[in-house]
């Protein structure tokens, strides 16, 4: 994957700063050439940096159990249900590294503790905790369980490279242990060696899985465990949060076919996750304001927008409606945000040719989307490319009339011919002009006399608010439509996407530089002045935002400031500052639980940073909790014996009360 992110050839070492040509080659052709964890540790962080890696650490966890569970099984045909396969599982541990060790402690019936102990000469990394976790998921696969819950309790990490509450909701932090909690309801299976002959089976990595009943009588099936890693592979995918929708829709169809009762709580399951899949709010770029409307007829939807930063100069948004509604499409919107993120290329024709290749492999015509693309450049020309959407509507500031853009192309993910009939199409943007990108779920709404809301009435609308801005045009589009529709059922699902090159840009482009000035001559008070301003004009440019914050966190103005960064925090930039001043901000008004919470995310994003850790070495201090601030000036240690505030900080923690 990162070979394809960086367009890179498999044939030559992208790493030669740190591998050299032979020991790579030895990487691709033996599975069991054994590196040192220095050496991994160097290739992870690098892949890491450009790549969120945790989903396929945490599928390689899960298939690692699997495909080595083999040799957990009794030697002769005696069966063993999960309880004892568990007893076994540090046996496995303690083949596959020496630098760990687990002890597994059963906490209730159905409940058990795995205590992960590390070498005290070994600095366990962020991906550990991802890759064990992975593992204990291996062993829910394994055994089928329907009902189950694995979460990270406690770790000797000050912070995790993931979103903690996929590892736990609890995760206590800095603790002298790596702990993990699995409790499931009832495990119905057994495992054992297949006995069958070579004339029975391909290869010998089968077991026999054998189901608890009641009567005399056991059902018996054969599980071929190549076919069940072949299977979760195929739904490993970069980014963690698409994993766990594929996962999830998947079983909401194999539920769907057993037990129609579940089909309520697995629908607002999937909600929840498709929620994290469709950006809430598009944060302006470059002098361009987004606004958006966003009604899925069903639990879940088949429609999907998304925008894709091309380093500074592009950026990419997208707006698709796949075929049909519920969980199959829920499905392809996952595959969707994928593969725009896979592909971010100069033209979207280009894009779309991809995709719909790559649509076509997965899907295998069982579902299509139409899409349209629009990629913005940094000096407002935009092109775009149309795939059997209904076309964008510019609306031209100098003379406030609208118009139905042109362009036209076939659906992706049904013909493999798709790709001659993409083409790209060229408009360039004033200030004040907007364009609207949506499904036609928007215009084909009717109302009550079956008359449909169509395009017409949409233009029309969108004149009238010709000195509006973006946020109030959609908006005021919506309320007209939600009435006009009113007393009708939706007839599919609606998604509005506008964007305005701000008519104040050059305005906001002299004040943002006046604060730029001020801030970096360490004139906060001033800088402040001009930053809100400048706030005021493009409320949503992340990096004004930020200096806003910085600025008024230097002013010791630390309510408005937490206030900014807090709202800088949820478009998830993973700025390790913002969480820095943040952290800051709550320290100085004394509130230290969330200051330390905010330092420990700081430290997680940048972990070579000491700055962080010498500040939650202060906030033990002040939270009296002595232990916490000795683990972490060990760790300073650890990192650089010789930073200057490792000796103040030693005087105070010896200064504090016995706990």
Not at 304 to 331: I, R, T
Not at 447 to 465: M, P, R, V, W, Y
Not at 565 to 574: A, G, P, Q, V
């Amino acid at each position: 994957m990162y070979l394809r992110e960086n367009h890179l050839s498999r044939h030559n070492n992208p790493f030669p700063e740190i591998l050299d040509d032979t020991v790579y080659i030895r990487i691709l052709k033996d599975p069991n050439y054994w590196i040192s964890q220095d050496l991994e540790d160097k290739i992870i962080q690098i892949i890491a940096q450009s790549l969120d890696i945790s989903g396929i650490l945490y599928h390689l966890g899960t298939e690692s159990l699997i495909t080595n569970a083999y040799d957990l099984l009794p030697l002769d045909d005696s069966r063993i249900d999960l309880e004892e396969m568990i007893q076994r599982l540090p046996i496995l541990i303690g083949r596959l590294t020496r630098a760990v060790y687990l002890n597994v402690k059963p906490v209730a019936d159905h409940k058990v503790l795995f205590i992960f102990k590390y070498l005290p000469e070994y600095q366990e990394k962020w991906y550990d905790a991802v890759f064990f976790q992975g593992m204990l998921n291996g062993l829910a696969v394994l055994f089928e369980l329907k009902t189950f819950t694995i979460r990270m309790t406690k770790t000797r990490l000050f912070g995790i490279h993931v979103s903690h509450k996929e590892l736990g909701e609890d995760i206590q932090f800095g603790a002298d242990s790596n702990e993990y909690e699995l409790e499931w309801l009832e495990d119905k299976m057994f495992l054992s060696r297949s006995r069958l002959t070579k004339d029975d089976v391909s290869n010998r990595h089968r077991v026999m899985v054998t189901s608890r009943s009641d009567s005399h009588l056991e059902e018996i099936s054969i599980v071929d465990v190549k076919d069940v890693v072949r299977r979760s592979r195929e739904l490993a995918i970069e980014n963690r949060d698409l994993e766990a929708a594929v996962e999830v829709l998947k079983s909401f169809k194999q539920e769907l076919e057993k037990k129609q009762l579940s089909m309520a709580k697995d629908l607002r399951l999937a909600k929840n996750i498709q929620k994290g899949l469709i950006p809430e709010i598009i944060p302006d770029w470059n002098g361009i304001q987004f606004w958006t409307g966003f009604t899925p007829m069903q639990e879940v939807s088949g429609d999907y927008y998304d925008y894709f930063p091309y380093n500074m100069d592009k950026l990419g948004v997208a707006v698709c409606d796949v075929s049909g509604h519920g969980v199959p499409a829920a499905f392809i919107t996952a595959l969707s945000k994928l593969l725009f993120s896979n592909y971010k290329k100069p033209k979207p024709s280009e894009i779309f040719k991809l995709i719909n290749r790559e649509l076509l492999d997965l899907v295998k015509q069982q579902g299509y989307t139409t899409c349209v693309y629009v990629l913005i450049h940094d000096d407002y020309k935009v092109l775009y490319s149309i795939a059997g959407h209904p076309r964008p509507i510019l609306f031209r500031a100098k003379t406030n009339k609208a118009e139905i853009c042109e362009g036209d192309g076939t659906f992706l993910g049904m013909f493999p011919d798709a790709g001659e009939t993409f083409m790209d199409f060229q408009i360039q943007l004033e200030p004040g002009d907007k364009l609207f990108l949506y499904t036609d779920g928007l215009t084909e709404a009717e109302n009550d006399k079956g008359d449909a809301f169509g395009e017409t009435k949409l233009i029309q609308i969108i004149e009238s608010c010709f000195d509006k801005s973006i946020q109030e045009t959609v908006e005021n589009i919506l309320s007209i439509h939600k009435e006009f529709t009113m007393g009708t059922d939706p007839m599919d699902d609606i998604t509005l996407l506008g964007l305005q090159l701000s008519p104040r840009l050059p305005e906001f482009k002299t004040i943002k530089s006046k604060g730029d000035a001020a801030y970096q001559n360490k004139q906060f008070s001033e800088a402040v002045t001009f930053y809100e301003k400048a706030h005021q004009i493009l409320p949503r440019d992340l990096d004004t935002q930020l200096l806003y914050g910085k600025a008024l966190a230097y002013s010791r103005n630390f309510d408005k400031a937490i206030e900014l960064l807090e709202s800088y925090n949820k478009f998830k930039t993973n700025h390790f500052k913002s969480h820095s001043v943040l952290g800051y901000c709550y320290y100085q008004i004394e509130m230290f639980e969330k200051a330390e919470l905010e330092w420990k995310k700081a430290h997680s994003i940048s972990d070579a940073n000491l700055s962080n850790l010498c500040n939650l070495a202060q906030v033990y201090a002040k939270l009296n909790e002595k232990k916490k601030m000795k683990d972490v000036i060990q760790k300073m240690k650890s990192i650089e014996k010789s930073y200057l505030h490792i000796l103040p900080l030693e005087k105070k923690w010896e200064s504090l009360p016995d706990e």
